[in-house]
């Protein structure tokens, strides 16, 4: 890459004071509190109608995106740093936008939704292991993270606490008072989006004219990643033998992450690792717009079918 040394994304730090690492910590937890709070008994009845389909599609959320994540840094070995990103991200539960588009796309929203919420409970303990085993079976990310004097239970423990402790609070007020639980999303879903947006901005601001050379690079893998979830997701269902609006469900719910979540666990567990961030930064925008044009292209496919 001219007019840049590609080692120098993986010695970027988004350094924050005592006041702000707390905010970040705060932040991780409100995006799992006001993911909780939208938590209801129906959202997992997918489970009891459609086992084999629920089954694989939480396997290939568990799973599948991160051993495709693997074989594509392993194939690539990009800078560690963007790799340990890629690894966070494919690691992270499912977004909610995802069931938006699958709606948008006249895909199964049930099926999305519960995709959604296992994904997401299971988060607290899944999204944790999962970056250690994958960080840690990848040499040059183990190597990084060896480097950083990264301490794995200190790292299980912490996280695990921090999705833990909102994910049950907000079932609980969701089971228990589901109209407080409807006003208290809202505001919760806003002060952890306000809270994340503050860091990104200000990690962009401080570290633009380091990552914007490497923009190309982070926007190659970027993409190629994002279609690679997509597919995976596709593939996926064509192996479950899903009709179509479940194969379409299920492709918006491995192509869509909760790259949020990828950012502030970077953040708050990482040492603020800047090339990190900036992948997972690059993939929250990106898969939106991949997102909107794979709904543009189903309903056009859907149209032109009824003549």
Same mark, same amino acid.
């Given at each position: 890459m001219p007019g840049m040394d590609i080692a120098t994304l993986d010695t970027l730090r988004i350094v924050l004071d005592p006041?702000?690492?707390?905010?970040?910590?705060?932040?991780?937890?409100?995006?799992? $509190?006001?993911?909780a709070l939208g938590l209801k008994v129906d959202d997992f009845r997918y489970l009891l109608e459609r086992r084999g389909l629920f089954a694989?599609?939480?396997v290939t959320q568990v799973v599948g995106l991160p051993? /495709?994540?693997?074989?594509?840094?392993?194939?690539?070995a990009p800078p560690p740093s963007l790799a340990l990103g890629m690894f966070v991200v494919a690691c992270c539960p499912g977004g909610a936008a995802s069931n938006l588009m699958t709606w948008l796309a006249r895909g199964n /929203?049930?099926?999305?939704?519960?995709?959604?919420?296992?994904?997401?409970?299971?988060a607290a303990f899944a999204t944790p292991v999962s970056i250690l085993f994958w960080s840690g079976v990848y040499g040059p990310t183990a190597d990084? &993270?060896?480097?950083?004097? $990264?301490? %794995?239970?200190? $790292?299980?423990?912490?996280?695990?606490?921090?999705?833990?402790?909102?994910? #049950?609070?907000?079932?609980?007020?969701?089971?228990?008072? %589901?109209?407080?639980? #409807?006003r208290l999303r809202r505001r919760m879903a806003l002060a952890g989006v306000l809270a994340l947006g503050s860091v990104i901005a200000y990690g962009i601001w401080h570290f633009f004219p380091v990552l914007a050379p490497a923009?190309?690079?982070?926007?190659?893998?970027?993409?190629?990643?994002?279609?690679?979830? $997509?597919?995976?997701? &596709?593939?996926?269902a064509a192996l479950l033998r899903a009709d179509r609006p479940a194969r379409r469900a299920l492709t918006f719910e491995i192509g869509i992450q909760n790259s949020g979540l990828a950012i502030v666990i970077l953040i708050a567990q990482f040492e603020g690792l800047g090339g990190a961030a900036a992948i997972a930064a690059f993939w929250g925008v990106w898969h939106l717009v991949a997102g909107g044009l794979i709904v543009v292209l189903y309903r056009y496919g859907d149209a032109k079918a009824r003549g």
């Amino acid at each position: 890459m001219p007019g840049m040394d590609i080692a120098t994304l993986d010695t970027l730090r988004i350094v924050l004071d005592p006041a702000g690492q707390a905010g970040v910590g705060l932040a991780l937890m409100l995006v799992m $509190f006001s993911v909780a709070l939208g938590l209801k008994v129906d959202d997992f009845r997918y489970l009891l109608e459609r086992r084999g389909l629920f089954a694989g599609g939480v396997v290939t959320q568990v799973v599948g995106l991160p051993l /495709v994540t693997f074989g594509l840094v392993a194939l690539l070995a990009p800078p560690p740093s963007l790799a340990l990103g890629m690894f966070v991200v494919a690691c992270c539960p499912g977004g909610a936008a995802s069931n938006l588009m699958t709606w948008l796309a006249r895909g199964n /929203v049930v099926y999305s939704v519960s995709l959604t919420a296992v994904s997401s409970l299971l988060a607290a303990f899944a999204t944790p292991v999962s970056i250690l085993f994958w960080s840690g079976v990848y040499g040059p990310t183990a190597d990084l &993270l060896d480097a950083l004097g $990264f301490s %794995p239970l200190a $790292f299980l423990a912490r996280t695990t606490l921090l999705l833990a402790v909102p994910l #049950v609070a907000g079932m609980l007020v969701q089971a228990r008072a %589901p109209d407080v639980a #409807v006003r208290l999303r809202r505001r919760m879903a806003l002060a952890g989006v306000l809270a994340l947006g503050s860091v990104i901005a200000y990690g962009i601001w401080h570290f633009f004219p380091v990552l914007a050379p490497a923009l190309p690079l982070l926007a190659g893998l970027g993409i190629l990643h994002n279609a690679l979830a $997509f597919g995976t997701g &596709l593939g996926a269902a064509a192996l479950l033998r899903a009709d179509r609006p479940a194969r379409r469900a299920l492709t918006f719910e491995i192509g869509i992450q909760n790259s949020g979540l990828a950012i502030v666990i970077l953040i708050a567990q990482f040492e603020g690792l800047g090339g990190a961030a900036a992948i997972a930064a690059f993939w929250g925008v990106w898969h939106l717009v991949a997102g909107g044009l794979i709904v543009v292209l189903y309903r056009y496919g859907d149209a032109k079918a009824r003549g």
